[in-house]
T-cell receptor
Framework: AQRVTQPEKLLSVFKGAPVELKCNYS??????LFWYVQYSRQRLQLLLR??SRESIKGFTADLNKGETSFHLKKPFAQEEDSAMYYC?????????????FGKGTKLSVIP | DTAVSQTPKYLVTQMGNDKSIKCEQN?????MYWYKQDSKKFLKIMFS???????INETVPNRFSPKSPDKAHLNLHINSLELGDSAVYFC????????????FGPGTRLTVT
């Protein structure tokens, strides 16, 4: 079974402060991890995935297999980062296309 | 040029009624999904169709029945609506069963009174 845990329901930070949204997962194989974001009144959209190892909108996330974590980080928060963030996991192997989402963390950036 | 669209955007109905939510994607994808987002923003998959074939059916009451008339459409029909069905329902699509990125619709907010 695959499970994704986002321990923080709500995270409030001041503008310019560093941000870290936590994500831990449980999966027996080699998972693929993603971060999806939902801005206010907008649809859910992919932010980044661990395979690409890229930085999107200043956000990065590193897969730590030892700690089974995929935390999302940004050095300086901006007001426009305020949104709902979901960590998601997809298992490896044929047919393992199902995305399992965490419960989400609402990020609020205070001006 | 909306990629994934859902209708209606809002749906208010009474307990016991039957309702449908429609989803259409113009991306040429062959896999479509329905998710339920509850009041606590928890997002959970309900169904997935690949080439009009049901491939995921999570533990969902059989009052919920997905129907895929073609690859571009996946509709969700709900019978005998209950208060607990109130949620936002998201449709999504992807190309292939192993594609990582899913494209989401804007959601349908269902309120059962």
């Amino acid at each position: 079974a695959q499970r994704v845990t986002q321990p923080e329901k709500l995270l409030s930070v001041f503008k310019g402060a560093p941000v870290e949204l936590k994500c831990n997962y449980s999966y027996s194989g080699s998972p693929e991890l993603f971060w999806y974001v939902q801005y206010s009144r907008q649809r859910l959209q992919l932010l980044l995935r661990h395979i690409s190892r890229e930085s999107i909108k200043g956000f990065t996330a590193d897969l730590n297999k030892g700690e089974t974590s995929f935390h999302l980080k940004k050095p300086f928060a901006q007001e426009e980062d305020s949104a709902m963030y979901y960590c998601a996991l997809r298992g490896s192997g044929a047919g393992s296309y199902q995305l399992t989402f965490g419960k989400g963390t609402k990020l609020s950036v205070i001006p | 040029d909306t990629a994934v669209s859902q209708t209606p955007k809002y749906l208010v109905t009474q307990m016991g009624n039957d309702k449908s939510i429609k989803c259409e994607q113009n991306l040429g994808h062959d896999t479509m999904y329905w998710y339920k987002q509850d009041s606590k923003k928890f997002l959970k998959i309900m169904f997935s169709y690949n080439n009009k074939e049901l491939i995921i059916n999570e533990t969902v009451p059989n009052r919920f029945s997905p129907k895929s008339p073609d690859k571009a459409h996946l509709n969700l029909h709900i019978n005998s609506l209950e208060l607990g069905d109130s949620a936002v329902y998201f449709c999504a699509s992807s190309q292939g069963r192993d594609t990582y990125e899913q494209y989401f619709g804007p959601g349908t907010r269902l309120t059962v009174t």
